[in-house]
């Protein structure tokens, strides 16, 4: 007999967050996550973003098509500043994080972090696939502790930075840096999606390419893992030049196992 999933059953995650509204100043939310989306292929050009999607099938392997959502756990989001992954081969990537409570949509900035390892799999029951559902599955989001209203930043979204960074054994590394106009905005999920309004929704929104300047041996999406660097930690930040404000969020990674362990 199959389980329904009712809510009540369901493990409770509760996100708090600071709120800096212009109208109404500083509070506080804590909002009962209820479902968490990731963003799939999130370039705002799809033409362009499905014709790389085609080179990837051009290798055997079945991929999404340009743009959608995939699902996390409820229990997989934090604002917490340390989180543990099973091994070493994981990595964030800095995303516009939007949150649904009591009505109101708020801005905040994440990171999708997900289990490098897991994104291209073969099995002799599903083939060759290319996704990145079963990695986040492997760890926590992390998305910052504070959050602005989206009426106030919705005028000049797309003017929105987004920035990250990594610390390798020798250096602070700036890792990512774009505007929100290189990804579909929110306008184009909230149309299509319509449990992204109800309370409790919470949309990862999906993530731009690394900077050129990242050094080769540090994770930047390559197709081998040997001999590349993840690194420990995760630095992203939300600009907003307009109205001159930023939110900020560290974390650290901590690996279960070693980096020689054979746990796949």
């Excluded at 109208?23 to 963003?39: A, L, N």
């Excluded at 929100?180 to 390419?209: F, K, M, N, T």
């Excluded at 001999?227 to 930690?233: A, I, K, S």
């Excluded at 030049?241 to 690996?255: D, E, F, M």
Aim: proline share 4%; aromatic share 8%.
């Amino acid at each position: 007999m199959r389980l329904e999933r009712e809510p009540a059953l369901l493990m409770k995650n509760i996100l708090s967050m600071h709120i800096c509204s212009v109208r109404h100043g500083t509070y506080s939310i804590d909002v009962d996550v209820k479902k968490v989306g990731c963003s799939r292929h999130a370039g705002r050009d799809i033409t362009s973003t499905n014709e790389l999607l085609d080179e990837v099938r051009a290798k055997g392997y079945a991929i999404h098509q340009a743009a959608g959502i995939c699902f996390r756990s409820r229990h997989l989001i934090t604002n917490e500043r340390t989180i543990e992954v099973q091994g070493p081969q994981t990595s964030g990537e800095v995303e516009f994080v939007a949150a649904i409570h009591k009505g109101d949509v708020f801005i905040s900035v994440g990171s999708d972090h997900n289990d490098r390892s897991l994104a291209e799999l073969w099995t002799p029951m599903l083939g060759k696939i290319s996704d990145t559902a079963k990695s986040k599955q492997m760890a926590p989001a992390v998305v910052a502790g504070e959050a602005w209203l989206y009426d106030d930043v919705k005028g000049h979204w797309d003017d929105i930075i987004l920035k990250s960074y990594v610390t390798t054994p020798k250096r602070r590394v700036s890792y990512q840096e774009y505007q929100l106009a290189d990804l579909l905005d929110l306008e184009y999920y909230l149309g299509r999606y319509s449990w992204l309004r109800e309370d409790g929704s919470v949309l990862l929104g999906g993530s731009s390419r690394v900077l050129p300047s990242v050094p080769r041996d540090v994770y930047q999406g390559q197709s081998s893992l040997q001999n590349v660097t993840f690194p420990h930690d995760f630095h992203f930040e939300m600009c907003d030049p307009v109205l001159k404000r930023t939110i900020a969020h560290s974390y650290v990674v901590l690996s279960l196992e070693d980096p020689d362990s054979l746990s796949l």
